[in-house]
């Protein structure tokens, strides 16, 4: 009798050198370096190149890496008609999930050609776009213009210039940048394994990243970071906070953000984060977001023993950042596509196919076919 892991709960699928997630001490690490020694320390494209190379650059890589993401921002004019044309209607996440899969269309050797050098020049292209398709598609959706794409911006200054319209300031391009540091890898988590299973069949790499996206969707996983703001917004001033988590519990609901499948005790990234959401909502002038943020975490700690994750200070980090609900998870999507670029690159260059078991639990064998007219209604 083979014993089942629903949720595959602890069950090692691979080896990986890329992250690992130490859920008993709450400690996160990017190729040997706990994510505290890189947060406000590393910069996104350093990072990037550290998933991709497993090391960090030195200034002539990492110049040379910009260098490459910058001259692969372009997105093909059948992509931007799309982003043009789509209901404005359309979640982001969903308009993101398409595009990747359209940018596929784009490279007719992604199949045909699956060498390491081809793979991680696709990874590049695809890391540099997935920005400016969603600032796009966010422009669009405004009736508002779409700036011609820059070379002398970092990832996430452009993101924000794309989506502005205007040059953002040191402070606000440093601020997304921490985000996207520490968003960018996690592990074996749902969306990673999505990119990981799809890759292993040697399909292309805009099919691994268009199942990644899907997966990150859901609100159980990436989709939590909205659901945040919405429960906040819901709730609406901290007075109401004691009674909502009651009535929610009671009900059975889930708390947004809350809680982890790997995470005993504190998510590393949520103090970081929070410490950046405390400044931010307070510079903003809108502290009642942070008020409640942490009186629902300690409610949570208190009666469920379960603590913050990512998802529950990002949410506020962002919506103080000043960047639509809607793009949460998103912006979650941006930093994660260094993560799962360089799962896509790992599983291909040691590849063998995930094909699991399942337990068969459906009626006995050894029904007869009854042909279609003599079965009762
Ligand atoms: C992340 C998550 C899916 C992990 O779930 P899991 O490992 O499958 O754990 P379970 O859902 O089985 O939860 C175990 C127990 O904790 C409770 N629990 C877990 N997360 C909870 C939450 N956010 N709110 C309320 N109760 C929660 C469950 O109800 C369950 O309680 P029970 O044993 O009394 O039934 C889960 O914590 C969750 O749904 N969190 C909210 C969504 C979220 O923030 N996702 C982002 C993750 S980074």
């Known amino acids: 009798m083979s014993v089942i892991s629903k949720g595959l709960e602890g069950v090692v699928a691979t080896d990986t050198r890329l992250g690992d997630v130490r859920g008993e001490e709450g400690q996160l690490i990017y190729c040997g370096y706990d994510i505290n020694e890189l947060a406000g320390k590393a910069s996104f494209e350093e990072v990037i190149y550290l998933l991709w190379h497993n090391k960090l650059p030195n200034h002539s890589e990492l110049a040379e890496l910009r260098e490459q993401l910058a001259g692969e921002r372009q997105l093909p004019d059948q992509v931007i008609e799309f982003l043009r044309t789509t209901p404005r209607t ?30 991680r020049r696709r990874a590049i292209s695809i890391t540099a776009k997935v920005g400016v398709i969603i600032a796009y598609f966010h422009r669009t959706r405004n009736g508002l213009d779409l700036p011609a794409v820059r070379k002398d911006l970092s990832e996430a200054g452009h993101f924000l210039y794309l989506l502005d319209g205007k040059e953002p300031s040191k402070k606000k391009t440093e601020t997304l940048d921490l985000a996207y540091v520490l968003h960018a890898e996690h592990g074996m988590n749902a969306s990673t394994f999505s990119a990981r299973v799809t890759i292993s069949t040697l399909t292309d790499i805009y099919s691994a990243i268009t199942a990644a996206i899907g997966t990150l969707k859901g609100p159980l996983h990436g989709g939590a970071n909205e659901g945040v703001i919405h429960m906040l917004q819901e709730i609406g001033t901290p007075d109401r906070v004691d009674a909502y988590i009651d009535q929610a519990l009671a009900q059975k609901k889930k708390i947004m953000g ?22 931010l909502s307070g510079e903003l002038g809108e502290p009642k977001w942070i008020e409640m943020s942490e009186r629902i975490a300690a409610l949570m700690k208190e009666k469920k023993g379960l603590h913050a994750n990512v998802d529950f200070y990002s949410a506020t980090f962002y919506y103080s950042l000043g960047i639509p609900t809607d793009l949460f998870t998103c912006i979650f999507a941006i930093s994660r596509t260094a993560g799962w670029t360089a799962h896509v690159l790992e599983q291909l260059a040691d590849n063998r196919l995930y094909r699991p078991l399942s337990e068969y639990t459906g009626d006995p064998v050894g029904k007869n076919f009854v042909p279609i007219d003599q079965r009762k209604a």
């Not at 996440?93 to 081809?118: F, K, N, W, Y």
């Not at 790997?262 to 950046?276: G, H, W």
């Open 90 to 119: 359309a979640l982001p996440i969903d308009v993101l999930r398409t595009a990747i899969s359209m940018l596929g269309l784009h490279d007719p050797l992604r199949t045909a050609d699956q060498s390491l050098e081809a793979v």
């Open 258 to 279: 809350i809680g982890h499948r790997v995470y005993k005790v504190l998510d590393p990234r949520a103090p970081i984060l929070k410490a950046m959401a405390v400044k």
